[in-house]
């Protein structure tokens, strides 16, 4: 199956996009199932309404502009990877305990993970975005990614913190999930700029890659 990219010249209609429609299906049936399964109803439902938000957003604005095959995987991988820690309200997330004894952490390093993936996984639809619907120069489409995830990685501390402020302690120690750690806000920023930047350093290098391949394929014509 060709897989779209940020600079493939064409796009399939999302009618007929079988991958589009199977990662569709498949967030929807993780989603049904935490629903049903998940261990803090009320931390569940809260962690899931920026994704019901900005997913919403991306279905009505797909006409507006509708990204590649590679950016819907990173997105689908992106929010998989969030449910996955909602199901276990962040803290208690098996995966993150597993790695908290094996490594022996102090902390169950779960919700690190999901935030640099916010980074590492966002970053190319971003620059998508940036790229083929705002025009942004190529020299500026390297770095607005890394600034986006920055960016959005501080409105969401400051949103988690509105949730603690207006909710119960329970609750809002549970969705915070610092975990006693008094510069979790400042690392989780970090470490999502960090995955963008991975990002962009490998989309780069794949990008000089297929820049040098043009031009030697134009100089073997010409010879």
């Excluded at 797909?62 to 819907?72: M, T």
């Excluded at 960090?194 to 391949?213: H, S, W």
Aim: glycine fraction near 4%; aromatic fraction near 18%; charged fraction near 15%.
């Amino acid at each position: 199956m060709y897989i779209t990219t940020s600079s493939s010249s064409t796009r399939r209609d999302l009618n007929q996009n079988t991958l589009f429609w199977l990662l569709t299906v498949l967030l929807v049936a993780y989603w049904v199932y935490g629903w049903y399964n998940c261990i803090d109803r009320k931390d569940w439902i809260i962690e899931n309404l920026l994704v019901v938000i900005c997913l919403s957003l991306l279905m009505l604005t797909r006409r507006w502009h509708q990204f590649s095959d590679l950016s819907y995987i990173c997105i689908f991988l992106f929010v998989m990877l969030h449910l996955y820690g909602a199901f276990y309200a962040y803290t208690q997330n098996a995966f993150g305990y597993m790695l908290q004894t094996k490594f022996n952490l102090w902390r169950n390093p779960y919700d690190r993970i999901v935030h640099f993936s916010f980074g590492l996984f966002m970053a190319y639809p971003f620059r998508e975005l940036l790229v083929n619907r705002f025009g942004v120069s190529r020299k500026a489409s390297w770095l607005l990614p890394i600034e986006i995830a920055f960016s959005f990685g501080t409105i969401f501390e400051l949103i988690e913190w509105g949730v603690s402020v207006v909710t119960t302690k329970e609750t809002g120690e549970t969705y915070v999930a610092t975990q006693g750690d008094v510069w979790d806000a400042h690392k989780d920023i970090a470490l999502a700029a960090l995955g963008a930047v991975v990002t962009m350093i490998i989309t780069y290098i794949f990008y000089r890659m297929k820049n040098n391949t043009r031009q030697s394929s134009k100089k073997l014509k010409i010879v």
